[in-house]
């Protein structure tokens, strides 16, 4: 299956500014999903990034504020924007496998102060 | 409403035993179910998928049932070893929906040695 380097790990940020986390996978896929998983819940997808194309975001999420970059097949950003308290999560990257399993990165643990 | 549930509360087991953990859902026709295993700062493992029309899947120490009439999947793991605890993911995957899956909270297991 495939391999997802995923940085940062964590990282403590001040209200206000922008962090950009980053996903590289080991072979080439055509979707990437960005999930968020707050302590205790379950894990929420953001939005799927497909190479070409605009990201598509589910319900509740924007393009403003967690803009996605996929400029090729092995590579995906998502940056949180202008962060509030409220954005503190772990943030996930994902891609499908061939027996129909997900393979996610190790996770940034993003702290909002 | 739509939910996906498994048990909040810690599940303690005595090493050697079997391990149960449950996923119940509600108002979803599922077209597969996925468990997951998720250590402490890590993204989630792919671990087994079972399909709609498959009433039992089994991989090494692990089984899955999948009872879509009581919507509820039940994971075991026999001869529980310490190495076993972790949280435990449940996801559906819905059809109509090629890549997203409906996640439940997780049950975290503790197998004392």
């Known amino acids: 299956s495939a391999v997802i380097s995923q940085k940062p790990s964590r990282d403590i940020c001040q209200r206000g500014t922008s962090l950009t986390i980053q996903c590289q996978v080991d072979?080439?896929?055509?979707?990437m999903f960005w999930y968020r998983q707050q302590p205790g819940q379950s894990l929420t997808l953001i939005a799927t990034a497909n190479q070409g194309s605009e990201a598509t975001y589910e319900s509740g999420f924007v393009i403003d504020k967690f803009p996605i970059s996929r400029p090729n097949l092995t590579f995906s950003t998502l940056t949180v924007s202008n962060m509030s308290p409220e954005d503190s999560s772990i943030y996930l990257c994902?891609?499908?496998?061939?027996?129909?399993?997900?393979?996610f990165g190790s996770g940034t643990r993003l702290t909002v102060v | 409403s739509q939910k996906i549930e498994q048990n909040s509360e810690a599940l303690n087991i005595q090493e050697g035993k079997t391990a149960t953990l449950t996923c119940n859902y509600t108002n979803y026709s599922p077209a597969y179910l996925q468990w997951y295993r998720q250590d402490p700062g890590r993204g989630p493992v792919f671990l087994l998928l079972?399909?709609?029309n498959e009433k039992e899947k089994r991989k090494e120490r692990l089984k899955v049932t999948f009872d879509t009439t009581l919507k509820q999947s039940l994971f075991h793991i026999t001869a529980s070893q310490p190495a076993d605890s972790a949280t435990y993911l449940c996801a559906l995957g819905l059809y109509g929906s090629n890549y997203q899956l409906i996640w439940g909270a997780g049950t975290k297991l503790i197998i004392k040695p």
């Open positions: 079972i399909r709609e």
């Open positions: 072979s080439q896929v055509t979707m």
């Open positions: 994902s891609v499908s496998t061939s027996n129909y399993g997900y393979t």
